[in-house]
Every structure is written in structure tokens, then in C-alpha cells.
């Protein structure tokens, strides 16, 4: 498996039980219990990032406490450290058919082999 694909399905991972910054994905992702360190920075972060949202698998939100609570965003890398991000249906299905290779996601983003995934109530 390529580094960029694994790195793909780490950060789906991360956004696939609930809305997540930047800032949180890159805490999860770039600890040494993440299994990835050296091999994950920033400026790489954020170039998946793009890519991912480019690719539909994820979307770019601001959350507001009035109505309308989220409004999608168009994202340059200005606009990474403010976003909120969240998985796509596609993202999700993408995701599902990667966890056969690296086992179910689990609520948590906790990836193990098991029968019980984890499906979120909310779809966007």
C-alpha cells in the first residue's frame, strides 16, 4: 500500500464520526500512538487535505451557533486553520471499501477487525 493512501484513510478516519479542524486531525494524526511520525507533517497535511476535498471524499464547513449552523466553504490553504471538516457519503464508501484492507472503522476512528461498523445517523 502507498504511504498516500494509508495517510488517505487515517485522516478519513478522523473526520468520519464527526465534524473535526485541522488542528484536532493534526494532533490524531501526527502523535507517535498514530503509528505515522516523520512521515506526516503540516504542509503535507494540508496538501491531503485539499486533495481529499477536491476529490469530494471530504467537505470544508464553518459551524456557527445561529442558523444556518453550517455553511460549506470554498477552502484554499488560508482557510484550512478555520474549517471544519466532514466525510462525504463518497468519502464514506470509499472508506468502507478500504476497511476490508485495514479492518472495520469504529466508532472513535478506532480501526480493528469486527463486525460492528460504525454509521453515523447524520448525512450530508
Not at 39 to 45: G, Q, T, V
Not at 94 to 120: E, F, I
Amino acid at each position: 500500500m502507498r504511504l498516500r493512501d494509508e495517510l488517505d484513510h487515517l485522516i478519513l478516519a478522523a473526520v468520519g464520526d464527526d465534524f473535526m479542524t485541522m488542528e484536532f486531525i493534526a494532533d490524531k494524526l501526527l502523535t507517535p500512538a498514530s503509528g505515522i511520525p516523520g512521515k506526516l507533517d503540516a504542509k503535507s497535511l494540508q496538501t491531503r487535505l485539499l486533495k481529499l476535498i477536491t476529490d469530494k471524499l471530504i467537505n470544508a464547513y464553518l459551524l456557527h451557533a445561529d442558523p444556518p449552523f453550517i455553511t460549506p466553504v470554498d477552502i484554499g490553504h488560508d482557510a484550512l486553520p478555520t474549517s471544519w471538516f466532514y466525510i462525504t457519503q463518497r468519502g464514506r464508501k470509499c472508506l468502507s471499501n478500504s476497511s476490508g484492507k485495514h479492518g472495520r472503522v469504529l466508532r472513535g476512528g478506532a480501526s480493528q477487525g469486527g463486525d460492528k461498523a460504525y454509521t453515523p445517523a447524520i448525512n450530508f
